[in-house]
Nanobody, 125 residues
């Protein structure tokens, strides 16, 4: 089982990036997928989640700016990020947990079983 995150880079404030999380070794539509991020000197925080039942959730800090989606044919999960701010700068990770998760624990990174290696997003002028 592997997750590989990609798509990070340097972007101007107000710009957009699309992150990808390629899943291999399992069928991602049976899993809950979460995007997390970790800025230097800070803890890992949840960003957005797509539950195994297809429902999507966003943390308040990114609601209205980020969109999570899943391509079941390609086994890839995307995070479209728009109106980026300097405070969005972080290493972004995707994570997976088999089956549906209760909404109240989606943000808890320690409930996820599999993790990708992370991709760096830098928002700066």
């Amino acid at each position: 089982v592997q997750l590989q995150a990609s798509g990070g880079g340097l972007v101007l404030p107000g710009g957009s990036l699309k992150l990808s999380c390629a899943a291999s070794g399992f069928t991602s539509d049976y899993y809950t997928i979460g995007w997390f991020r970790q800025a230097p000197g800070k803890g890992r925080e949840g960003v957005s989640y797509i539950n195994a039942d297809g429902r999507k959730f966003y943390e308040n800090s990114v609601k209205g700016r980020f969109t999570i989606s899943r391509d079941n044919d390609k086994n890839v999960i995307y995070l479209q990020m728009s109106s980026l701010k300097p405070e969005d700068s972080a290493v972004y990770y995707c994570a997976a947990k088999y089956n549906r998760l209760p909404v109240g624990v989606l943000h808890q990174y320690n409930v996820y079983t599999y993790w990708g290696q992370g991709t760096l997003v830098t928002v700066s002028s």
